[in-house]
């Protein structure tokens, strides 16, 4: 039975529930669908999910929607943020937030710029228990790089193709190989943002453990051992350091920085370097760019 309450909204004209809700987020329509059936209607209408839908998608590889479209702005809506769709070369693929409405995209290891003689000259390929993507919009290969002098790591995408107004995170997809070294201390240097303005941060790749003496302290946080003897002695404090988290799939990611996006045509640069130190190999996936209000699944 419904409540007083839902009778009297029951009575307000759809035009002025279809305003108010194109007003609020894509996560706030979903859940308007639940208060009456006025608003189950208002929110369901193709002028509400109009604002909702960016006015400037990208243009999608072929066959990633299928012949017919979904019929209503909603469905559109729904099938951008429930998959994502590769765009044209299928290097690169797109997403929305479902709560947002915001575009996200995720670079493949073929879309990064790395030198030549860092690369060993072959590829792995993903297996099929890698959970970032659904329906075969997977990216099938990761690139190996080789034991090198330092890290170099970059990529780019126009600060157009990004939603104005948001703030988008940075993560590198990433696996260590089963003996690593090097890639704790000197720490990486992450950088984010318009060319010739981007952020910088430190990050670690090698992980880390915790560990306390008290159960009422914090952990202490300690790099991952080498598998084999390093030149470095002494670590410094890490406390500002990124480190990466170990997805449950088995490989890891590292948080490069945060952009918030205005207006703008400049292009937005990604990357990690480390111009010392032999490192091991390194598996590397891909980039994500996330607006800040998504979580990582």
């Known amino acids: 039975m419904e409540t007083p309450a839902a009778c009297e909204i029951e009575r307000l004209p759809k035009d002025l529930l279809v305003h108010v809700i194109s007003l609020t987020s894509p996560g706030d329509a979903f859940r308007a669908t ?3 059936r006025a608003f189950h209607a208002a929110a369901d209408s193709d002028t509400v999910w109009s604002r909702f839908l960016p006015s400037d998608l990208p243009r999608f590889a072929k066959k990633e929607l299928p012949h017919t479209p979904p019929s209503t702005k909603k469905g559109l809506f729904r099938r951008l943020s429930d998959e994502p769709v590769l765009l044209p070369r299928k290097f690169m693929r797109m997403q929305l937030d479902k709560a947002t409405g915001a575009k996200c ?9 790395i030198p030549p003689y860092a690369r060993r000259g072959n590829w792995t390929r993903v297996g099929s228990d890698f959970d970032y993507s659904k329906r075969g919009k997977r990216f099938l290969q990761a ?51 318009v060319v010739g303005s981007e952020s910088v941060r430190q990050v670690c790749l090698q992980g880390y453990i915790e560990d306390g003496d008290r159960a009422d302290e914090p952990p202490r946080k300690h790099i991952l051992p080498s598998c084999y003897p390093t ?3 002494t670590i410094p404090p890490v406390d500002d350091v990124h480190f990466p988290r170990k997805k449950t799939d088995g490989w890891m990611e590292v948080e490069l920085g945060e952009f918030h996006n205005k207006e703008g045509d400049g292009e937005i640069s990604i990357s ?25 699944k």
């Open 143 to 193: 690139v190996v790089l080789g034991y090198i002098q330092g890290l170099d790591i970059r990529a780019k995408i126009q600060q157009k193709m990004l939603s104005q107004n948001t703030t988008y995170v940075a993560y590198m997809v990433f696996k260590l190989p089963n003996r690593y070294y090097g890639l704790d201390f000197p720490f990486q240097d992450a950088l984010f943002g």
């Open 231 to 233: 030149r470095c002695d």
């Open 105 to 113: 995209f995720t670079l493949s290891a073929s879309a990064l710029q």
């Open 34 to 36: 639940a208060v009456s």
């Open 272 to 296: 990690l370097i480390q111009t010392s130190s032999r490192k091991s190999s390194l598996i590397v996936w891909g980039i994500e760019l996330r607006s800040k209000q998504q979580r990582p």
